[in-house]
């Protein structure tokens, strides 16, 4: 199908058939996010949704996973996402799973009945924007949820069956907070018990509020230094148990750093990795940061073989 925008999705469904059942985010709102930005929020109508579902039926695809896209699919009514379901289940009846990314308001908009019948129909993995476990970073950052809220969303949607996912940000506190982040975004997971946490470190683009916030003063980035400091203090806090294992990936994406792995497991080996690109940081005679100017165009280098932008942030 011809996909308006681009493709977002947690690591974690890269074999799921991406279906999109929106366009954009209906909430589009949190300053630090700029992947819809350019787009009109809006549903897709059933007869888009069913033509690719034969589409890909008809190249002789049998996806046993679902994703449905984009922003936050579990923001629709449920009366459409059952329906969606039950069109989707005629071409594909041996589906095992529906999966999409869901905001702590859209779990606390539905009933506990929409969310049971929700599972009963399919659905199983959600994941939640976290972001932090600090109220005043959530409210900076215009999240539409507290701490205490995503305890609640959480709670019920566990309770009706549902798997809670999470996605995550090393950086997004700012400068000077990032023990204060991990512990308090740690003691969030300690309690509520994912089965998923995909951590995109902070990028702070120009073009968007929080890059604006920054050349106003009133965000002070931390460093990549800082975020791989924070990125490891938070694995080494994390208490799963080895009946109840969670599954960590971790995006650096300006240091071209992934961290993955099975915690408790492969809690050290992480840990480890992590160390080593502290260390090689902490070389760098200045500070270095994930800003991305309006209008940047990367560099490629060819040691490495990676791209990189200019890491310095503008005096306010």
């Known amino acids: ?25 209906s ?4 300053k630090f996010c700029g992947l819809f930005k350019h787009l ?5 109508p059933l007869e888009q949704v069913e033509a690719e579902c034969a589409r ?38 041996d589906v095992e799973a529906f999966n999409m990314d869901a905001t702590v308001t859209s779990i606390l908009q539905k009933t506990d009945d929409e969310l049971r019948a929700l599972y009963a129909a399919g659905v199983r993995h959600l994941y939640l924007g976290i972001e932090s476990g600090l109220d005043d970073v959530l409210r900076f950052m215009n999240k539409e949820h507290t701490l205490a809220q995503a305890y609640q969303a959480v709670e019920r949607l566990q309770a009706a069956g549902l798997i809670f996912d999470a996605h995550v940000m090393t950086g997004v506190a700012g400068a000077g907070r990032s023990e ?24 702070v683009e120009e ?55 099975t915690l408790p497991a492969d809690r050290e080996k ?22 991305l100017p309006k209008d940047a165009h990367p560099t490629f280098d060819d040691r490495t073989g990676r791209y990189h932008w200019d890491s310095s942030i503008p005096a306010v």
């Open 1 to 25: 199908m011809d996909y308006e925008g681009q493709i977002c999705r947690t690591p974690m469904e890269g074999s799921a058939f991406g279906l999109p059942v929106m366009v954009g985010c």
């Open 27 to 30: 909430y589009n709102a949190c």
């Open 40 to 44: 009109k929020w809006r549903v897709l």
């Open 56 to 93: 890909v039926k008809g190249l002789g695809g049998a996806p046993k996973k679902i994703f449905l896209g984009d922003g936050n699919a579990f923001d629709l009514d449920s009366g459409h996402l059952l329906e969606i379901i039950r069109l989707v289940r005629g071409y594909f009846p």
């Open 180 to 203: 204060e982040a991990a512990h308090a975004l740690a003691e969030f997971f300690n309690r509520t018990h994912p089965t998923h946490v995909c951590n995109f470190s902070l990028f």
């Open 207 to 261: 073009s968007l509020p929080l890059g604006q916030e920054l050349l106003r003063g009133r965000f002070h980035a931390a460093s990549e230094l800082d975020n791989l400091k924070e990125d490891r203090l938070f694995v080494s806090l994390l208490r799963p148990d080895a009946a109840h294992p969670l599954t960590y990936d971790s995006f650096h994406d300006f240091l071209g750093l992934r961290v993955r792995g």
């Open 270 to 291: 992480m840990l480890a990795r992590l160390d080593q690109f502290i260390a090689e940081e902490e070389k760098e005679e200045q500070p270095r940061y994930s800003f």
